[in-house]
């Protein structure tokens, strides 16, 4: 398990009050109940001041913030870019 | 059912239209008699806002009790729109009910009502001070599959828009310092209801009572609700029937919480009231997206993202209906006490 999903797996297991074993990586976490409006507003401000980085509007979709496994690989995208 | 496209039932506005309103409101006013008879109260107190929904309840009130056992507390703030106080008048008037006037200015300010919230809004906004106006807005859920975010939207004293999205920590607070205006107000309605020995009405039509467009303890509070069992279109056509005057039937909803005009749709919902009732009315039968997409002339993506949307409020709105949870057994009657909590569960 990379740095960034243990971190990203840690936010949200803490701040929904889950237990590990209840995050499939690619469950929807909106289907699941975890995110609702509040929930992303939330996980987008840990993202952002976590990894120092600005998610613009057009970047908060569902493809991007909606399971573990889609945060992780957004922000493996976004920090790789950010290095180029 | 007005016909079948594509294998799917279609369904129109009027799978909402009630087929006889003045039936409707002696049925509401019966259930509600009996309910206030059954709490042992003598009438009815409910606040008054100018709108359609409180403004039917207090028709249905003054049918069910006669309007000289209703009263309708008039609670006007500094954010309200100058409409309020005038309408709501003009709604007790037309239904023949008293009234009384409760500026809630003054508590809300002793509370930090305004204080708070202006903190917060300078979270995102340093500038935000004296002079300016400000709405708490989220983008359409129709025009993008993005979560919705909110944003607060304020003009300065010089009538420049400035928009900004909302932290988690701001929104929260902001929120939480708005809700003391419901909840302040339910307060002044219980205190008119136990002096009168009356009981409290509720106000939410079935839009917002499913969907959790309410505080908790503060508009959520009541002790009936004689329209929650019904969609905001057909409050519309009770409206005439139980009184309302035309202003306040051709007005559109807003939330009247915030210092600049707030539409529903800006503020909660995903679409105007119509449009919300009928995906409402098609999610409590199960039917797919494609029944109404044609109806509110929107694809089946755009429809499916807002019957997405509705399942999500439900689902936050499980906690605002929720009364406490005991976590002992303490007896099948409320207040029986026969239980040891040392060993209760």
């Not at chain 2, 409707?24 to 008699?33: P, W």
């Not at chain 2, 359609?52 to 000289?68: E, H, K, N, W």
């Not at chain 2, 300016?132 to 919705?148: G, H, Q």
């Amino acid at each position: 398990m990379s740095e960034i999903e243990r971190d990203v797996r840690e936010f949200i297991s803490e701040n929904f009050i889950l237990d590990e074993e209840e995050l499939n990586g690619d469950a929807s976490l909106t289907r699941q109940g975890v995110l609702d409006s509040m929930g992303v507003l939330e996980l987008i401000m840990f993202v952002e001041e976590r990894f120092e980085l600005k998610v613009p509007d057009e970047d908060t979709l569902p493809e991007n913030f909606d399971s573990v496994d889609r945060i992780v690989a957004y922000l493996n995208d976004r920090l790789a870019t950010a290095k180029r | 059912m007005t016909g079948s496209v594509a294998g799917a039932p279609q369904i129109g506005f009027d799978a909402l239209r009630l087929h006889d309103p003045a039936a409707t409101a002696d049925a509401v006013a019966d259930d509600l008699r009996q309910a206030v008879r059954g709490f042992r109260r003598r009438g009815a107190v409910l606040g008054l806002s100018g709108g359609i929904d409180s403004s039917v309840v207090a028709g249905l009130a003054a049918r069910a009790f006669g309007p000289q056992k209703v009263l309708g507390v008039l609670m006007p703030e500094s954010d309200s729109s100058p409409d309020t106080l005038r309408l709501s008048r003009l709604a007790a008037e037309a239904v023949g009910i008293e009234t009384v006037l409760e500026d809630i200015t003054a508590v809300l300010d002793a509370v930090g009502c305004y204080r708070r919230r202006d903190d917060a809004i300078r979270k995102v906004l340093p500038d935000y001070g004296d002079g300016w106006k400000a709405k708490l807005v989220l983008p359409s859920v129709v025009d993008s599959a993005a979560f919705r975010l909110f944003s607060v939207v304020a003009v300065d004293p010089d009538g420049n828009e400035h928009r900004e999205r909302l932290s988690a920590e701001a929104y929260l607070e902001v929120v939480a310092a708005t809700n003391f205006k419901q909840r302040t107000r339910k307060m002044i309605e219980y205190h008119h209801a136990d002096r009168l020995n009356y009981a409290v009405m509720g106000t939410p039509n079935r839009l917002e009572y499913d969907q959790g467009f309410f505080v908790k303890a503060g508009d959520g509070a009541a002790d009936v609700k004689p329209i929650a069992h019904l969609y905001k279109s057909q409050v519309y056509q009770l409206a005439e029937t139980v009184g309302v005057p035309e202003e306040i039937r051709s007005r559109p909803p807003t939330t009247d919480t915030y210092s600049m005009p707030q539409s529903q749709e800006e503020f909660y919902f995903s679409l105007p009231y119509q449009a919300m009732d009928l995906c409402l009315y098609a999610v409590d039968r199960g039917l797919p997206p494609a029944s109404v997409s044609d109806a509110l002339e929107l694809s089946e993506e755009q429809v499916q993202r807002v019957f997405d949307d509705v399942a999500s409020k439900r689902r936050m709105a499980g906690y605002l209906h929720a009364g406490p949870v005991l976590l002992g057994n303490v007896g099948s009657e409320p207040g029986a006490g026969d239980t040891d909590p040392e060993t209760a569960g």
